[in-house]
C-alpha cells in the first residue's frame, strides 16, 4: 500500500466484526509500533493485551461508570449498556510506561507516536483501530489498572482497540493546512 494511501484511508472504526485477529496481526502492529521516533532513544512503551471479552467488557464498564462520576452534565450518554467505549472489539491494547513524574510527558508522546504507527500498519493489514481516550482516565484506578494486567508502576497512556472492521470505512476529510508564518 502507498503511504500516501495508508495516511488518508485510515479511519478510527467503531464498529467490528466478531472475527478473531491472529496473533501474528497482533504482532505486525505491535512491531510496527516500536519503531517509531522516541525520546532519548528509551522507548518507554510496554503493552498490555486483551483478548478476553469479560474483561474487554469490565474495562467499558469501569469506564463509563467513571466518565458518569466525573461528567454528570453528560451522564446520561454513558448510561447505556451499549458499549461506547470498547464498541466490542475483540482486541484491546492498552501501551503504557514506568510512572516517572520526571519524563511523564516524554512518554504520553512516545506512546502517542507509537499508536499513530499502529493505527497505519494495522490498516494496511485490514484492520480497524481507533485511539479509546476515555479509558484512561482510570488511571485515578490503581485497583482496576491492576485487575486489567497493569503492574503497579505502569501507568496507561494510549488505549487502542482493534479488529476487522464491519462495513466501509467512512471517507474522511481534513482542513487545508492553515500557515500562520512561511519566512
Ligand atoms: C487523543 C485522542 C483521543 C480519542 N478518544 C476517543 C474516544 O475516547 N472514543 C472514540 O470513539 N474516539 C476517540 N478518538 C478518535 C477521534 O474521534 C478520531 O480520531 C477523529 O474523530 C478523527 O477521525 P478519524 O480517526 O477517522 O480520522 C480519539 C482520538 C484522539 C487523537
Redesign the pocket.
Known sequence: MELDECIKG?????AYTGEKVSKEQIEAVLEAGVWAPTGMGRQPWRFVIIEDKNLIKYVSDETKKLLREMMPDFAKRFETEED??C?NAPVLILICTQTDKRTGQVNLLDS?LAAQNM?LKAYEIGLGT??????AYLNSKPEILKKIGIPDGYELQ??IILGHPKGK??G?K?NKPEILKWS
Open positions: 485510515r479511519r478510527s472504526v467503531r461506547i467505549i464498541y502517542v493505527f481507533c485511539y479509546m481516550g476515555f479509558i494510549v488505549p470505512l467512512a474522511g481534513r
